[in-house]
Nanobody
Framework: QVQLVESGGGLVHAGGSLRLSCAAPGRTFSSYAMGWFRQAPGKEREFVAAIRWSIGTTYYADSVKGRFTISRDNAKNTGYLQMNSLKPEDTAAYYC?????????????????WGRGTQVTVSS
């Protein structure tokens, strides 16, 4: 079992920035893919971004491309989601996910491990 711990959510004005972190204490992500998903009230969970840890390939939803950046720090075994130019429609609970078996990174059902989520609220 891999426990994922997210941090970095909060309240920010439109146009502001936040950086989310995802760590797995005692684990390394070297053979994993890590993804970020979000879920707003009354909506389905949606893909935001993903990274294949070993090779660094990144993927983004069209809605965040150019504004969000996913990255990883091998030394800290931590993944990050830098969110810039935030919009009110980015308001959601953000979840970190990881798996060794991910083929289609945009599919939430391909991830085995999930964090509890961190709330991001963007005011207009």
């Amino acid at each position: 079992q891999v426990q994922l711990v997210e941090s970095g959510g909060g309240l920010v004005h439109a146009g502001g920035s936040l950086r989310l972190s995802c760590a797995a204490p005692g684990r390394t992500f070297s053979s994993y893919a890590m993804g970020w998903f979000r879920q707003a009230p009354g909506k389905e969970r949606e893909f935001v971004a993903a990274i294949r840890w070993s090779i660094g390939t990144t993927y983004y939803a069209d809605s965040v491309k150019g504004r969000f950046t996913i990255s990883r720090d091998n030394a800290k075994n931590t993944g990050y989601l830098q969110m810039n130019s935030l919009k009110p429609e980015d308001t959601a609970a953000y979840y970190c996910a990881a798996s060794r078996r991910v083929i289609v990174v945009t599919r939430s059902d391909e991830y085995d491990y999930w964090g509890r989520g961190t709330q991001v609220t963007v005011s207009s």
